[in-house]
């Protein structure tokens, strides 16, 4: 089943910052967080695979609430390079691999 | 190695066509996915293979879609007869590695129009 992401969209300024969240509601072996910039293909941003993991590079990183079967993906300081559709994509065991709809963001100078 | 790599970028095609899409994945990787994109239902997972076998078609729309893995760097996604519905872009993707903990790798996609 697809998690579901919030916000679907959200706008922001250079240098403010915004969280993503994804849900499910089927139990989450590992989510998987990738940026799509528009007419190219989704790129990997990282994996969470344990219950309270949490990583990072850059001024983005993430966090995996295994009991609550959410991830939220926390951008700060954004960027005009951050601007872009985010996917949250949930994995189970049998390997394959799901994402939400996307949340599009835009950062404005 | 070059990506995954998919051919072709653009394909415009007339309702009740036969269309065929074509994807070759990273060497070395044993999972291949087909996604839809589209603006109102985002990515959908289509269809993935394991070692050139398909584990799950359960999100290939209809029985106008099918998928084949002849070889692990050859993958076919076809559409026939194909409808104006299923313009989209469509994804392949592949990565290596038992379970989820490893990243997927997108190809550029196909943009199809069926007009």
């Known amino acids: 089943q697809q998690p579901v992401q919030s916000p679907q969209a959200v706008i922001l300024r250079e240098g403010e910052d915004a969280v993503i969240n994804c849900s499910s509601s089927?139990?989450?072996?590992?989510v998987h967080w990738y940026r799509q910039k528009h007419g190219e293909a989704p790129v990997f941003l990282m994996i969470l695979l344990k219950g309270g993991e949490q990583k990072g590079h850059d001024k983005i990183s993430a966090s995996f609430n295994e009991k609550k079967q959410q991830s939220s993906l926390y951008l700060t300081a954004s960027q005009l390079s951050y601007s872009g559709t985010y996917f949250c994509?949930?994995?189970?065991?049998?390997?394959?691999?799901?994402f939400g709809k996307g949340t599009k963001l835009s950062v404005k100078p | 190695d070059a990506g995954v790599i998919q051919s072709p970028r653009h394909e415009v095609t007339e309702m009740g066509q036969e269309v065929t899409l074509r994807c070759k994945p990273i060497?070395?990787?044993?999972?291949l996915f087909w996604y839809r994109q589209t603006m109102m239902r985002g990515l959908e997972l289509l269809i993935y293979f394991n070692n050139n076998v398909p584990i799950d078609d359960s999100g290939m729309p209809e029985d106008r879609f099918s998928a084949k893995m002849p070889n692990a760097s050859f993958s076919t996604l076809k559409i026939q007869p194909s409808e104006p519905r299923d313009s989209a872009v469509y994804f392949c993707?592949?990565?290596?590695?038992?379970?989820?903990?490893?990243?997927?790798?997108f190809g550029q996609g196909t943009r199809l129009t069926v007009v």
């Open positions: 060497s070395g990787h044993d999972y």
């Open positions: 994509g949930t994995g189970r065991s049998q390997g394959n691999l799901i």
């Open positions: 993707a592949s990565r290596r590695g038992q379970g989820t903990n490893t990243e997927a790798f």
């Open positions: 089927k139990a989450l072996y590992s």
